[in-house]
Protein backbone atom coordinates (compact mmCIF):
# COMPACT_ATOMS: atom_id res chain seq x y z
CA UNK A 1 0.00 0.00 0.00
CA UNK A 2 2.93 2.41 1.32
CA UNK A 3 5.96 0.38 -0.08
CA UNK A 4 7.26 3.14 -1.71
CA UNK A 5 8.58 6.27 -0.48
CA UNK A 6 6.18 9.56 -1.00
CA UNK A 7 7.57 12.76 -2.05
CA UNK A 8 6.28 16.00 -0.54
CA UNK A 9 3.68 16.59 -2.81
CA UNK A 10 2.56 13.18 -2.45
CA UNK A 11 2.06 13.42 1.27
CA UNK A 12 0.49 16.77 0.61
CA UNK A 13 -2.19 15.94 -2.05
CA UNK A 14 -2.58 12.82 0.28
CA UNK A 15 -3.58 14.91 3.39
CA UNK A 16 -5.73 16.91 1.61
CA UNK A 17 -7.91 14.24 -0.20
CA UNK A 18 -8.20 12.87 3.12
CA UNK A 19 -8.87 16.11 5.14
CA UNK A 20 -11.79 16.68 2.61
CA UNK A 21 -12.74 12.82 2.80
CA UNK A 22 -13.12 12.96 6.55
CA UNK A 23 -14.80 16.67 6.39
CA UNK A 24 -17.39 15.16 4.07
CA UNK A 25 -18.42 11.97 6.68
CA UNK A 26 -18.39 14.56 9.62
CA UNK A 27 -20.27 16.58 7.31
CA UNK A 28 -22.92 14.34 6.58
CA UNK A 29 -22.83 11.86 9.64
CA UNK A 30 -21.29 13.11 12.67
CA UNK A 31 -22.32 16.98 12.32
CA UNK A 32 -19.39 18.20 14.82
CA UNK A 33 -17.67 21.23 14.28
CA UNK A 34 -15.39 20.54 11.02
CA UNK A 35 -12.03 20.39 12.88
CA UNK A 36 -12.64 18.90 15.38
CA UNK A 37 -15.18 16.31 13.11
CA UNK A 38 -11.81 15.37 11.44
CA UNK A 39 -9.79 14.32 14.05
CA UNK A 40 -12.79 12.41 15.78
CA UNK A 41 -13.19 10.43 12.07
CA UNK A 42 -8.97 10.29 11.48
CA UNK A 43 -8.76 8.92 15.25
CA UNK A 44 -11.46 6.57 15.16
CA UNK A 45 -10.12 5.60 11.81
CA UNK A 46 -6.35 5.03 13.42
CA UNK A 47 -7.77 2.76 16.25
CA UNK A 48 -10.30 1.08 13.59
CA UNK A 49 -6.85 0.00 11.89
CA UNK A 50 -4.96 -1.25 14.99
CA UNK A 51 -8.08 -2.79 16.20
CA UNK A 52 -8.22 -4.74 12.55
CA UNK A 53 -4.88 -5.35 12.49
CA UNK A 54 -4.61 -7.27 15.83
CA UNK A 55 -8.08 -9.30 14.75
CA UNK A 56 -6.73 -9.81 11.37
CA UNK A 57 -2.42 -10.66 12.23
CA UNK A 58 -0.32 -10.43 8.49
CA UNK A 59 -1.94 -7.34 6.85
CA UNK A 60 0.70 -5.32 8.98
CA UNK A 61 -1.26 -1.70 7.53
CA UNK A 62 -0.40 0.31 11.02
CA UNK A 63 3.25 -0.20 10.30
CA UNK A 64 2.70 1.46 6.93
CA UNK A 65 0.64 3.98 7.70
CA UNK A 66 3.31 4.33 10.83
CA UNK A 67 6.06 5.09 8.29
CA UNK A 68 4.34 7.09 6.59
CA UNK A 69 2.96 9.39 9.59
CA UNK A 70 6.57 9.35 10.80
CA UNK A 71 7.91 10.33 7.50
CA UNK A 72 6.14 13.45 7.24
CA UNK A 73 7.99 15.07 10.64
CA UNK A 74 4.38 16.58 12.56
CA UNK A 75 6.83 18.68 15.07
CA UNK A 76 8.87 20.20 11.75
CA UNK A 77 5.44 20.26 9.60
CA UNK A 78 3.74 22.53 12.29
CA UNK A 79 6.60 24.23 14.18
CA UNK A 80 8.21 25.23 10.92
CA UNK A 81 5.88 25.22 8.48
CA UNK A 82 2.46 25.40 8.84
CA UNK A 83 2.48 27.41 12.43
CA UNK A 84 3.05 30.73 10.62
CA UNK A 85 0.69 30.88 8.60
CA UNK A 86 -2.33 29.80 11.08
CA UNK A 87 -0.93 32.42 14.32
CA UNK A 88 -0.61 35.03 11.39
CA UNK A 89 -4.30 33.86 10.15
CA UNK A 90 -5.52 34.34 13.75
CA UNK A 91 -3.87 37.41 14.74
CA UNK A 92 -5.27 39.41 11.36
CA UNK A 93 -8.68 39.04 12.58
CA UNK A 94 -7.88 40.07 16.53
CA UNK A 95 -8.43 43.85 16.19
CA UNK A 96 -5.83 46.20 18.40
CA UNK A 97 -8.82 48.47 19.53
CA UNK A 98 -10.61 45.38 21.44
CA UNK A 99 -7.31 43.69 22.45
CA UNK A 100 -5.98 47.02 23.51
CA UNK A 101 -9.41 47.12 26.15
CA UNK A 102 -8.01 43.93 27.70
CA UNK A 103 -4.53 44.24 27.53
CA UNK A 104 -3.52 43.64 31.54
CA UNK A 105 -5.65 40.38 31.66
CA UNK A 106 -4.02 39.08 28.55
CA UNK A 107 -0.02 40.48 29.26
CA UNK A 108 -0.57 38.82 33.20
CA UNK A 109 -1.54 35.30 31.77
CA UNK A 110 0.16 35.13 29.01
CA UNK A 111 3.20 35.29 31.58
CA UNK A 112 2.55 35.17 35.08
CA UNK A 113 -0.16 32.52 34.17
CA UNK A 114 2.48 30.73 31.80
CA UNK A 115 5.04 30.18 34.35
CA UNK A 116 2.69 29.46 37.55
CA UNK A 117 1.57 26.95 35.01
CA UNK A 118 4.70 25.68 34.12
CA UNK A 119 5.68 25.64 37.80
CA UNK A 120 2.43 23.58 39.36
CA UNK A 121 1.97 20.86 36.78
CA UNK A 122 6.17 20.29 36.53
CA UNK A 123 6.13 19.97 40.60
CA UNK A 124 3.12 17.82 40.39
CA UNK A 125 3.90 15.82 37.21
CA UNK A 126 7.32 15.15 38.87
CA UNK A 127 5.33 13.45 42.28
CA UNK A 128 3.09 11.58 40.11
CA UNK A 129 6.11 9.77 38.16
CA UNK A 130 8.81 10.42 39.77
CA UNK A 131 10.51 12.30 36.72
CA UNK A 132 13.49 14.44 37.78
CA UNK A 133 12.07 18.23 38.17
CA UNK A 134 13.83 19.94 35.52
CA UNK A 135 12.35 17.24 32.89
CA UNK A 136 9.11 17.68 34.87
CA UNK A 137 8.97 21.34 34.15
CA UNK A 138 9.49 20.63 30.51
CA UNK A 139 6.31 18.73 30.80
CA UNK A 140 4.82 21.86 32.23
CA UNK A 141 5.87 24.07 29.73
CA UNK A 142 4.47 22.53 26.40
CA UNK A 143 1.53 21.21 27.94
CA UNK A 144 0.92 24.94 29.78
CA UNK A 145 0.36 27.22 26.96
CA UNK A 146 -3.43 26.95 24.80
CA UNK A 147 -3.07 26.75 21.21
CA UNK A 148 -4.57 29.15 19.00
CA UNK A 149 -5.06 27.33 16.48
CA UNK A 150 -7.68 25.07 18.26
CA UNK A 151 -8.68 27.90 20.82
CA UNK A 152 -9.73 30.20 17.61
CA UNK A 153 -11.06 27.37 15.54
CA UNK A 154 -13.76 26.84 18.83
CA UNK A 155 -14.07 30.09 19.32
CA UNK A 156 -15.88 30.59 15.47
CA UNK A 157 -18.59 28.37 16.94
CA UNK A 158 -18.99 29.16 20.52
CA UNK A 159 -20.47 32.86 20.12
CA UNK A 160 -18.99 34.13 23.07
CA UNK A 161 -19.24 37.69 24.24
CA UNK A 162 -16.78 40.20 22.67
CA UNK A 163 -14.41 40.97 25.65
CA UNK A 164 -14.28 37.39 26.94
CA UNK A 165 -13.52 36.08 23.22
CA UNK A 166 -10.81 39.06 22.63
CA UNK A 167 -9.32 38.05 26.14
CA UNK A 168 -9.59 34.47 25.15
CA UNK A 169 -7.96 34.64 21.79
CA UNK A 170 -5.72 37.33 22.31
CA UNK A 171 -4.08 35.35 25.28
CA UNK A 172 -3.75 31.90 23.59
CA UNK A 173 -1.94 34.04 20.74
CA UNK A 174 0.32 35.04 22.89
CA UNK A 175 0.94 32.64 25.50
CA UNK A 176 2.12 30.38 23.04
CA UNK A 177 4.95 31.90 21.85
CA UNK A 178 5.99 32.91 25.82
CA UNK A 179 5.49 29.17 26.51
CA UNK A 180 7.22 27.96 23.07
CA UNK A 181 10.12 30.53 24.36
CA UNK A 182 9.98 28.91 28.20
CA UNK A 183 10.22 25.44 26.90
CA UNK A 184 13.52 26.14 24.54
CA UNK A 185 14.62 27.46 27.54
CA UNK A 186 13.95 24.58 30.32
CA UNK A 187 14.93 22.29 27.35
CA UNK A 188 18.26 23.70 27.51
CA UNK A 189 18.66 23.16 30.96
CA UNK A 190 17.31 19.95 31.36
CA UNK A 191 19.28 18.35 28.29
CA UNK A 192 22.42 20.77 27.71
CA UNK A 193 24.39 18.11 26.17
CA UNK A 194 21.27 17.46 23.42
CA UNK A 195 20.38 21.39 23.32
CA UNK A 196 21.59 23.92 21.06
CA UNK A 197 20.97 26.34 23.58
CA UNK A 198 23.11 27.15 26.29
CA UNK A 199 22.51 26.15 29.99
CA UNK A 200 22.91 28.00 33.23
CA UNK A 201 20.44 31.19 34.77
CA UNK A 202 22.02 34.02 32.70
CA UNK A 203 22.19 31.59 29.61
CA UNK A 204 18.30 31.24 29.89
CA UNK A 205 17.18 34.65 30.76
CA UNK A 206 19.42 36.30 27.81
CA UNK A 207 17.83 33.34 25.73
CA UNK A 208 14.41 34.47 26.87
CA UNK A 209 14.61 37.63 25.96
CA UNK A 210 16.40 37.33 22.67
CA UNK A 211 13.64 35.27 21.63
CA UNK A 212 10.53 37.12 23.33
CA UNK A 213 11.71 40.60 22.69
CA UNK A 214 13.65 40.21 19.45
CA UNK A 215 10.20 37.89 17.85
CA UNK A 216 8.12 40.72 18.50
CA UNK A 217 10.44 43.95 17.37
CA UNK A 218 10.66 41.76 14.31
CA UNK A 219 7.24 41.02 13.38
CA UNK A 220 6.34 45.06 14.25
CA UNK A 221 8.84 46.13 12.08
CA UNK A 222 8.64 43.45 8.90
CA UNK A 223 4.52 44.24 9.20
CA UNK A 224 5.22 47.97 9.30
CA UNK A 225 7.26 47.99 6.07
CA UNK A 226 4.67 45.96 4.57
CA UNK A 227 2.11 48.27 5.69
CA UNK A 228 3.60 50.87 4.28
CA UNK A 229 4.47 49.34 0.72
CA UNK A 230 0.30 48.35 0.78
CA UNK A 231 -0.55 52.06 1.05
CA UNK A 232 1.38 52.45 -2.51
CA UNK A 233 -0.44 49.78 -4.04
CA UNK A 234 -4.53 49.61 -4.94
CA UNK A 235 -4.22 46.19 -6.45
CA UNK A 236 -5.81 43.86 -4.34
CA UNK A 237 -4.24 40.09 -5.82
CA UNK A 238 -1.07 41.94 -5.06
CA UNK A 239 -1.75 42.89 -1.73
CA UNK A 240 -2.86 39.33 -0.55
CA UNK A 241 0.47 38.12 -2.24
CA UNK A 242 2.52 40.58 0.12
CA UNK A 243 0.45 39.39 3.17
CA UNK A 244 1.44 35.42 2.47
CA UNK A 245 4.93 36.75 1.80
CA UNK A 246 4.77 38.66 5.12
CA UNK A 247 3.50 35.41 6.96
CA UNK A 248 5.81 32.82 5.48
CA UNK A 249 9.04 35.37 5.33
CA UNK A 250 8.52 36.37 8.47
CA UNK A 251 8.36 33.28 10.06
CA UNK A 252 11.38 31.73 7.97
CA UNK A 253 13.73 34.85 8.95
CA UNK A 254 12.69 34.60 12.76
CA UNK A 255 13.68 31.36 12.70
CA UNK A 256 16.97 32.26 10.86
CA UNK A 257 17.75 34.60 13.06
CA UNK A 258 16.71 32.78 16.48
CA UNK A 259 13.71 34.89 17.97
CA UNK A 260 10.50 33.55 18.39
CA UNK A 261 8.61 32.90 15.15
CA UNK A 262 4.87 32.86 16.83
CA UNK A 263 5.65 36.07 18.28
CA UNK A 264 6.75 37.64 15.14
CA UNK A 265 3.65 36.32 12.76
CA UNK A 266 1.32 37.48 16.21
CA UNK A 267 2.97 40.70 15.92
CA UNK A 268 2.76 40.89 12.37
CA UNK A 269 -0.57 39.87 12.03
CA UNK A 270 -2.04 42.31 14.43
CA UNK A 271 -0.55 45.16 12.65
CA UNK A 272 -1.78 43.99 9.37
CA UNK A 273 -5.04 43.08 10.53
CA UNK A 274 -5.47 46.67 12.39
CA UNK A 275 -3.41 49.33 10.82
CA UNK A 276 -3.27 48.07 7.89
CA UNK A 277 -6.63 47.23 7.02
CA UNK A 278 -7.73 50.66 8.21
CA UNK A 279 -4.82 52.74 6.48
CA UNK A 280 -3.30 50.48 3.88
CA UNK A 281 -6.29 48.90 2.07
CA UNK A 282 -9.21 49.74 0.02
CA UNK A 283 -12.53 48.03 1.09
CA UNK A 284 -12.14 45.53 -2.21
CA UNK A 285 -8.70 44.15 -0.79
CA UNK A 286 -9.92 43.99 3.21
CA UNK A 287 -12.42 41.57 2.14
CA UNK A 288 -10.49 39.62 -0.36
CA UNK A 289 -7.27 39.76 2.45
CA UNK A 290 -10.12 38.31 4.88
CA UNK A 291 -12.00 36.02 2.63
CA UNK A 292 -8.15 34.40 1.75
CA UNK A 293 -6.76 34.30 5.16
CA UNK A 294 -10.46 32.53 6.03
CA UNK A 295 -9.81 29.96 3.43
CA UNK A 296 -6.32 29.13 4.46
CA UNK A 297 -6.92 29.04 8.04
CA UNK A 298 -9.95 26.43 7.83
CA UNK A 299 -7.79 24.45 5.49
CA UNK A 300 -4.56 24.36 7.45
CA UNK A 301 -6.92 23.72 10.16
CA UNK A 302 -8.56 20.52 8.73
CA UNK A 303 -5.12 19.63 8.04
CA UNK A 304 -3.76 20.16 11.49
CA UNK A 305 -6.80 18.50 13.10
CA UNK A 306 -6.62 15.35 10.37
CA UNK A 307 -2.80 15.00 11.36
CA UNK A 308 -3.55 15.30 15.18
CA UNK A 309 -5.68 11.80 15.08
CA UNK A 310 -2.74 10.05 12.63
CA UNK A 311 -0.18 11.04 15.31
CA UNK A 312 -1.40 8.25 17.83
CA UNK A 313 0.54 5.96 15.13
CA UNK A 314 3.76 7.93 16.16
CA UNK A 315 3.03 8.28 19.70
CA UNK A 316 2.25 4.56 20.15
CA UNK A 317 -0.05 4.60 23.11
CA UNK A 318 1.30 2.72 25.93
CA UNK A 319 -1.75 0.90 27.54
CA UNK A 320 0.39 0.81 30.82
CA UNK A 321 0.73 4.80 30.89
CA UNK A 322 -2.82 5.50 30.50
CA UNK A 323 -3.65 5.67 34.21
CA UNK A 324 -0.45 8.50 34.78
CA UNK A 325 -2.30 10.19 31.43
CA UNK A 326 -6.24 10.43 33.05
CA UNK A 327 -4.67 11.85 35.75
CA UNK A 328 -2.73 14.22 34.54
CA UNK A 329 -5.47 15.75 32.63
CA UNK A 330 -6.79 16.98 36.29
CA UNK A 331 -3.28 18.21 36.64
CA UNK A 332 -3.21 19.98 33.22
CA UNK A 333 -6.60 21.46 34.17
CA UNK A 334 -5.13 22.42 37.82
CA UNK A 335 -1.92 24.12 35.95
CA UNK A 336 -4.68 26.37 33.67
CA UNK A 337 -6.94 27.33 36.90
CA UNK A 338 -4.51 28.71 38.45
CA UNK A 339 -3.25 30.49 35.12
CA UNK A 340 -6.15 32.13 34.63
CA UNK A 341 -7.41 32.97 38.33
CA UNK A 342 -4.20 34.38 40.01
CA UNK A 343 -4.02 36.92 37.04
CA UNK A 344 -7.72 37.95 37.26
CA UNK A 345 -7.99 37.87 41.28
CA UNK A 346 -4.67 40.35 40.71
CA UNK A 347 -6.90 42.80 38.20
CA UNK A 348 -10.16 42.40 40.52
CA UNK A 349 -9.54 45.17 42.69
CA UNK A 350 -8.76 47.65 39.46
CA UNK A 351 -11.28 46.19 36.58
CA UNK A 352 -14.41 44.82 36.30
CA UNK A 353 -14.91 40.98 34.67
CA UNK A 354 -17.79 39.26 33.42
CA UNK A 355 -19.47 36.66 34.90
CA UNK A 356 -18.03 33.03 34.78
CA UNK A 357 -14.97 34.58 33.58
CA UNK A 358 -13.14 31.95 35.35
CA UNK A 359 -14.14 28.81 34.80
CA UNK A 360 -14.97 29.79 31.51
CA UNK A 361 -11.16 30.97 30.44
CA UNK A 362 -10.06 27.51 31.91
CA UNK A 363 -12.25 25.35 30.16
CA UNK A 364 -11.83 27.07 27.02
CA UNK A 365 -8.13 26.98 27.53
CA UNK A 366 -7.69 24.21 24.82
CA UNK A 367 -4.34 22.38 24.24
CA UNK A 368 -3.46 21.73 21.06
CA UNK A 369 -0.56 20.40 17.44
CA UNK A 370 1.64 22.67 19.10
CA UNK A 371 1.90 20.75 22.40
CA UNK A 372 2.08 17.31 20.45
CA UNK A 373 4.67 18.70 18.20
CA UNK A 374 7.00 20.34 21.58
CA UNK A 375 6.92 16.65 22.97
CA UNK A 376 7.50 14.86 19.67
CA UNK A 377 11.17 17.20 19.07
CA UNK A 378 12.02 16.32 22.47
CA UNK A 379 16.00 14.86 22.77
CA UNK A 380 15.46 11.07 23.22
CA UNK A 381 15.58 9.97 26.94
CA UNK A 382 13.68 7.37 28.78
CA UNK A 383 10.70 9.58 29.93
CA UNK A 384 9.81 10.74 26.25
CA UNK A 385 6.97 7.73 25.57
CA UNK A 386 5.68 8.41 29.43
CA UNK A 387 5.75 12.23 28.28
CA UNK A 388 4.12 11.64 24.74
CA UNK A 389 1.67 9.44 25.74
CA UNK A 390 0.42 12.10 28.79
CA UNK A 391 0.52 14.83 25.94
CA UNK A 392 -1.42 12.87 23.44
CA UNK A 393 -4.27 11.94 26.03
CA UNK A 394 -4.29 15.50 26.98
CA UNK A 395 -4.62 16.89 23.73
CA UNK A 396 -7.06 15.04 22.70
CA UNK A 397 -9.10 14.82 25.74
CA UNK A 398 -8.92 19.09 25.23
CA UNK A 399 -9.96 19.18 21.65
CA UNK A 400 -12.63 16.84 21.68
CA UNK A 401 -14.76 17.29 25.26
CA UNK A 402 -13.67 20.95 25.96
CA UNK A 403 -13.70 21.92 22.52
CA UNK A 404 -16.99 20.56 22.26
CA UNK A 405 -18.57 22.11 25.73
CA UNK A 406 -17.38 24.94 26.06
CA UNK A 407 -20.11 26.91 24.55
CA UNK A 408 -21.95 25.11 26.69
CA UNK A 409 -20.06 26.55 29.76
CA UNK A 410 -20.22 29.81 28.01
CA UNK A 411 -24.05 29.94 28.02
CA UNK A 412 -24.71 28.76 31.23
CA UNK A 413 -21.91 31.19 33.12
CA UNK A 414 -21.81 33.83 31.85
CA UNK A 415 -25.22 34.97 30.77
CA UNK A 416 -24.87 39.11 31.73
CA UNK A 417 -24.21 41.93 29.81
CA UNK A 418 -20.61 41.95 28.44
CA UNK A 419 -17.99 43.96 30.71
CA UNK A 420 -14.61 44.80 29.75
Excluded at 41 to 55: E, G, K, N, P, R
Excluded at 100 to 116: E, K, N, Q, S
Excluded at 273 to 286: E, F, N, P, V
Amino acid sequence: MFGYPMNLLQIASLLIVLAGAFGAINHLFLKLPSAIGILVVALAASLATMAFDLAVPGWDISNQIRTVVLGIDFSDALLEGMLGLLLFAGALHVKLTDLRAVWPTVLLMATIGVGLSTALIGFGFSWLTGAPILIALVFGALISPTDPVAVLGVLREANLRKSLETQIAGESLFNDGVGYVVFLVLVGLAFPHDSHAESGAAAAITLFLQEAVGGALLGIVLGWLVFRVMRLIDDYSLEVLLTLGLAFGGYTLALWLHVSAPIAAVCAGLLIGDIGAKHGMSAQTREYVDKFWILIDEILNAVLFLLIGFEVFAVQLDQSLLPTAVLSIALALLGRLAAVACPILMLRPFRAFGPGVIPIMTWGGIKGGISVALALSLPENEWKPLILTVTYVIVIFSIIVQGLTVARVARKLGREPDLV
